[in-house]
């Protein structure tokens, strides 16, 4: 078996299968009818017949969802906590779980936990009117926000999907403004690792990737609505049957999705050279025009429309698995070495807006697509970025003769002084908006080469031309004799003109310093490099 050398040779040669899901969801829980405040006060006077809308009118309601709940902890006998500031809900969320599973118990509600936090409240004040209504002023329901009692009831289940065995479910039901949207959301009740050994096991007992494909099919928006309504049947809610009955329902929201691509390896070495291209490699990516490109969405930069976020890229490494870390608005891409087996592309979407789709579950099929796509893409720059055959096939249709159909041109030897003209001679054509001709070439060339423009012929310059267009650094204006500078020829020019003025010729200067006192770092490191290599071979009785 080989060793890897490429992001590309890992992609291309060394994943055995993969794997692409949605990892994780919050699905929000919501009353569409009561989310501004024209609903809220047509709640309590079309539907409830008052005769006015205020928020003392909410207060029996909380009062009554209270009560409710307490009593449903107390017939069932689940504890109600109250959290702590600064307190993790999803810890003490599991060690209530393993004491429901140590009791035997498949399905049931764990804890209720109650807790003081901000939200959305819609409360009864004076608010302006429009002038041309006649009023100054006017009593109403005014959207807020404000610090209210939330009880989250944690409930223990059986598994939603083959691969996730255990789920939890948050409710976190308002007090004070209780005709408004429940959130719901989810999460796994055992480790991750504990999720794949047994995926590995559910694999290995039929028979590889094939055998497991029923178990790893793809979710559907309408799994997840039974399962809201069983547990809004199971649990208090404000709202009563008559509610229901006039159009008061609950609908589903998406609030976060993790859409993931796992990539198994044949071997550990394989994940660990990929991450070493990649993070020594692409620390560009979170640029806004490689952003654009991998979520496939406009980036504006400037003006009244800017694109809002930070473009960054993060490498974490101390203390941590190491990861790559992407933003695009609220949408975040994270890439890392799973558990030293699996490649883990994961994009993270906050706010579905950022792609201009809806929020509710609906959408998700849509939803799916945008966060697999970017998976994909990030890993297509990626494996572009480093495929080493890419510079390969460059060099060979450069610097060797080039053969085109029947055409043939002579080589461009790198560092020799005729190609290192031609390619400046590129550089400054490039600015040039209507191209360059024969007469063009021969006019800067020849101060390039310390020649006299007379002494060069056009039968010279139009055997240029045609070598530099043969390789691809130019080509032909049609109907024109004319010829303009490539993308290719540019970037090439560029860079090897570069390369030749600014490395390699003073590099080679330093080192052919002809006082070894006076030498600089690099002609230090390479006589304390031949000075090892001398003593290890008389060590080794190797010395000539």
């Known amino acids: 078996m080989t060793v890897a050398r490429s992001v590309a040779d890992v992609l291309a040669e060394h994943v055995t299968f993969e794997v692409e899901c949605i990892d ?37 309601i909380s009062k009554r969802f209270v009560a409710g709940l307490h009593r449903f902890c107390r017939d069932q006998g689940v504890p109600m906590v109250d959290f702590v500031r600064g307190q993790r809900k999803d810890d003490l969320a599991r060690d209530y779980l393993a004491t429901f599973e140590a009791a035997g118990r498949t399905e049931g509600v764990l804890f209720v936990g109650r807790t003081q936090e901000k939200t959305v409240v819609f409360p009864h004040r004076e608010a302006p009117q429009p002038a041309h209504r006649g009023d100054l002023s006017v009593d109403r329901d005014v959207r807020s926000t404000g610090v209210v009692n939330q009880f989250y009831c944690y409930c223990g289940g059986r598994r939603l999907r083959p691969v996730l065995p255990e789920v939890l479910l948050l409710l976190p039901l308002q007090r004070q403004a209780v005709p408004q949207r429940p959130r719901v959301g989810q999460a796994a009740g055992r480790q991750g690792r504990d999720r794949l050994h047994r995926v590995g096991q559910r694999l290995r007992r039929r028979g590889g990737p094939g055998g497991a494909a029923g178990d790893l099919r793809p979710a559907l928006p309408d799994q997840d609505r039974p399962l809201a309504r069983k547990w809004l049947a199971i649990l208090p809610h404000p709202f009563t049957r008559a509610d229901r009955a006039g159009g008061y329902r609950y609908d589903l929201s998406v609030l976060q999705a993790e859409l993931s691509l796992t990539q198994m390896l044949d071997r550990p070495v394989s994940g660990r050279i990929f ?108 494996r572009l970025t480093h495929d080493p055959t890419t510079g390969t096939e460059s060099i060979a249709a450069l610097v060797p003769p080039a053969v085109v159909g029947t055409q043939r041109a002579s080589a461009l030897p790198f560092g020799t002084t005729r190609t290192q003209a031609l390619l400046a001679a590129l550089v400054i054509f490039r600015l040039l908006p209507d191209g360059f001709r024969n007469r063009d070439l ?101 010395a000539a």
């Open 24 to 60: 994780r969801m919050y699905l929000n829980v919501y009353q569409p009818r009561l989310q501004h405040a024209a609903g809220v006060a047509w709640f309590f006077r079309g539907h409830r017949g008052h005769p006015f809308a205020s928020s003392a009118l909410m207060d029996p």
């Open 275 to 382: 991450f070493e291209e990649v993070i020594r490699e692409n620390l560009d990516l979170g640029r806004p025009d490689h952003v654009g490109l991998i979520f496939d969405r406009r980036v504006v930069l400037r003006g009244r429309f800017r694109t809002p976020g930070r473009f960054r890229t993060r490498v974490l490494t101390d203390g941590v698995t190491p990861s790559l870390h992407l933003d695009y608005k609220h949408s975040k891409i994270k890439q890392y070495h799973k558990q030293g087996r699996a490649l883990r592309t994961e994009t993270t979407i906050n706010d579905t807006g950022d792609f201009a789709i809806g929020r509710r579950l609906c959408n998700l099929p849509a939803l799916r697509e945008v966060g697999l796509q970017a998976n994909r893409r990030l890993l297509d720059v990626e």
């Open 442 to 542: 021969r006019d800067h060339l020849a101060p390039l080469l310390g020649l006299d423009p007379a002494l060069m012929t056009p039968g010279r310059m139009s055997y240029e031309l045609r070598r530099l267009r043969l390789h691809g650094l130019i080509e032909r204006i049609p109907d024109t004799h004319r010829y303009r500078v490539t993308d290719h020829g540019m970037a090439t020019a560029v860079f090897l003109t570069r390369l030749h003025h600014r490395l390699i010729r003073t590099s080679l200067s330093e080192l052919e310093a002809p006082h070894p006192g006076r030498a600089g770092p690099l002609r230090q490191a390479l006589d304390r490099l031949n000075t090892q290599i001398d003593r290890q071979a008389v060590r080794s009785r190797l």
